[in-house]
């Protein structure tokens, strides 16, 4: 299968724009007329300290980010901000609470309350997680040092599209799977962060975003490469950074200027989405049982009328170039992601193979 020829619909790492991963390969060999492969580049060195720069500029402006908040790019993945969140954020006896939306929610509790007090303010499990917990029933602690929502759960097919007002209690959310995928109130929120491997791109790298008054120095037990305070005094150099991972997240944000930013990256994810969940809705074939006001744009969680067809639809698919539609593990059925780089030719693609695939089946 030639790559030119397929459509890869996986959850993460995700598809990554064409003209990023052709630039990144121009430039293998000798970054930026240095001489050197980005590889090979000294992290203290004008060359990397300037392709950093650039990528910092380009990303807070994408976000319009204000002044008091800082950027963060540290490796670990989003599961290690879990941890972190509480050893930077909250004193040991700190209390925090958490909204439960899905698997990914619950990875981010689970590991929370090996640290600290956590409060579940809401939860979608009694609606099986086919819609996000109903706001006027939120239990939120007035002593908690902040409020966690996974803005996309990804597994489950779940999105914010309104805040929640947590009363003043700052908001942390892990926007892991729909970061810049849609502009943001950057000023609504103390800490974002996001595992880059959806609509930014290198697995491993995470971007964390801080609101100036929220940072205090860890726990001691908080390694120092892993501690806001000390990587954001040193100017993220603390230690080696993840360089290449920086660069290629760089070339993303620089494609995200070129295509119009995050208004237009909305847009577009917005067609995307309503022409698929329109799809599946108008036909007896597929279903979705998502609340369709909380329905992920970023991930498509549906399902066949006829389950025992699951394994055959992902095969067939993949067959015709419809690449990684097999829903989450821990939640089944299909699943088509639908990241920035995902364009509509490829939502059509899918749209014009399930109709076939149905009309074969006799629907
Ligand atoms: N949070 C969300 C919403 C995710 O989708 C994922 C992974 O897909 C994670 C956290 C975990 O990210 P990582 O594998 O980088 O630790």
Redesign the pocket.
């Known amino acids: 299968m030639h790559a030119s020829s397929v459509y890869n619909f996986a ?2 790492p995700g598809v990554m724009p064409r003209e990023v991963l052709l630039e990144a390969q121009r430039e293998l060999l000798d970054c930026r007329r240095s001489g050197m492969s980005i590889l090979e580049m000294p992290f203290t060195g004008a060359e990397f300290q300037n392709i950093a720069d650039q990528a910092r500029r380009d990303l807070r402006e994408l976000l319009e980010l204000p002044p008091h908040y800082h950027v963060l790019f540290l490796p670990g ?4 901000q879990f941890s972190l969140l509480p050893m930077n954020l909250l004193p040991p006896d700190g209390r925090a609470d958490y909204v439960d939306t899905g698997h ?1 929610s619950r ?1 981010a509790i689970a590991e929370a309350r090996r640290y600290v007090s956590v409060n579940v303010a809401a939860s979608g499990a009694q609606h099986g997680y086919s819609r996000l917990p109903c706001r006027r029933y939120w239990q939120l602690d007035p002593q908690a040092g902040y409020c966690h929502i ?1 803005s ?3 597994a489950d097919g779940l999105a914010y599209h309104r805040l929640p007002d947590t009363r003043g209690v700052p908001l942390v959310a ?1 926007m ?2 729909d970061f810049l995928s849609r502009p943001l109130d950057v000023e609504r929120f103390g800490v974002i962060y996001a ?1 880059a ?1 959806k609509n930014v791109g290198p ?1 491993g790298l ?1 971007l964390v975003i801080i609101r100036d008054d929220l940072l205090q120095t860890a726990w001691p037990a908080c390694p120092a490469a892993l501690s806001y305070r000390v990587q954001i005094d040193s100017d993220n150099r603390f230690n080696t950074p993840p360089i290449q991972a920086i660069y290629l997240a760089g070339l993303v944000f620089r494609w995200l200027r070129s295509q119009g930013g995050l208004k237009a990256m909305a847009a577009r994810n917005r067609r995307k989405s309503e022409a698929l969940y329109s799809y599946i809705d108008a036909s007896d074939f597929y279903a979705c049982d998502r609340q369709v006001a909380d329905r992920s744009r970023m991930n498509v969680c549906f399902h066949l009328a006829v389950p025992t067809l699951t394994a055959e639809f992902v095969e067939q698919a993949r067959c015709q170039g419809l690449l990684n539609l097999q829903g989450h593990p821990a939640v089944g059925g299909l699943r088509a992601s639908l990241y920035n780089a995902m364009s509509e030719a490829g939502v059509d693609a899918l749209i014009a193979f399930m109709e076939t695939f149905a009309a074969r089946h006799g629907r």
Do not use: F
Request: charged share 15%.
């Open positions: 959850a993460g993945g989003a599961s290690t990914w990875k996974t996309n759960e990804t892990d892991t799977s595992g491997q697995a995470t």
